[in-house]
């Protein structure tokens, strides 16, 4: 591990951004015994197993953590309860994009061969229509396209790069996805952006009569929102700290007004 421990009595809290698909679950569990810990994982199948074992970690060692604390899962997953809550669907839908997701961009640039690499997440425009008239029970894969964009290595194997793409469990396989192979000049002029979308939608009908959720996200940077969204935990880590409510938690579980000061739940409430 990077982070020298004979520090650990001078940081209070370590936050951790790696990659959900590599990294980020290993490096949180290696620090949580030491330190209290904020991380941006991201891969929604994983995050029940991932919680219950932060939660072991946390209690034995009288620490602090808060996982999924980006925007999705994070403050997302606080939009679908409101969603669920207000409108009575069966179902809630969230539709992220078009946008560059970073999770599945840092697990194409760790594919043998890769140079660089950027994952465009591209909901289809049919099933928002769909969510919008209609209570509909629908999957990732139903909502989503993925477009890839990658520029080999010269020696890559392209067929290789390709099959490993559209086979990596939890992340691509299952979907509708494109790979497209570009030179290295063609990335850097075209795909340097960092922006993102996300829409929650929730629909019921009863009784010809429709109540409708529908909440619009644009992020011109996704790096930067991540990071502000797992700083504004900083200040729940304190409150649990001082309490003595050691363990793991999620956004959902965090109440908003740990997040802000007195004078920002005053003007808000």
């Not at 421990?5 to 030491?34: G, M, N």
């Not at 067929?159 to 790979?179: A, L, R």
């Amino acid at each position: 591990m990077f982070l020298e421990f004979s520090i650990k009595d001078a940081i209070d809290i370590v936050l951790v951004a790696t990659s959900s698909h590599s990294d980020a679950a290993s490096d949180s569990y290696e620090l949580l015994p030491r330190f209290n810990v904020i991380d941006s994982f991201d891969n929604h199948k994983k995050l029940p197993s991932h919680l219950s074992r932060l939660k072991s970690l946390a209690e034995e060692n009288e620490r602090v953590a808060i996982t999924a604390a980006g925007w999705d899962p994070g403050l997302l997953s606080i939009v679908r309860a409101m969603a669920k809550i207000s409108s009575g669907a069966e179902n809630v839908n969230t539709f992220w994009g078009a946008g560059k997701s970073l999770g599945h961009t840092s697990l194409l640039m760790n594919i043998e061969g890769v140079k660089y690499a950027v994952q465009y997440t591209v909901p289809k425009d049919e099933f928002i229509t769909l969510s919008k008239n209609k209570d509909a029970a629908l999957s990732d894969a139903d909502r989503h396209f993925r477009e890839c964009f990658i520029v080999p290595e010269e020696w890559a194997d392209r067929e290789k790069i390709e099959y490993t793409v559209k086979n990596t469990e939890g992340y691509f396989k299952g979907y509708d996805i494109s790979v497209n192979f570009i030179t290295e000049s063609e990335f850097l002029l075209k795909h340097n952006k960092d922006f993102h979308r996300g829409r929650v939608i929730a629909t019921q009908i009863k009784d010809q009569k429709k109540t409708a959720f529908d909440l619009n996200l644009e992020i011109p940077s996704n790096a930067a929102f991540t990071a502000r969204i797992m700083c504004s935990y900083i200040n729940a880590i304190d409150y649990l700290q001082n309490h003595r409510l050691f363990g793991a938690y999620t956004p959902l579980d965090i109440p908003l007004s740990y997040l802000i000061t007195e004078s920002e739940y005053n003007s808000i409430v």
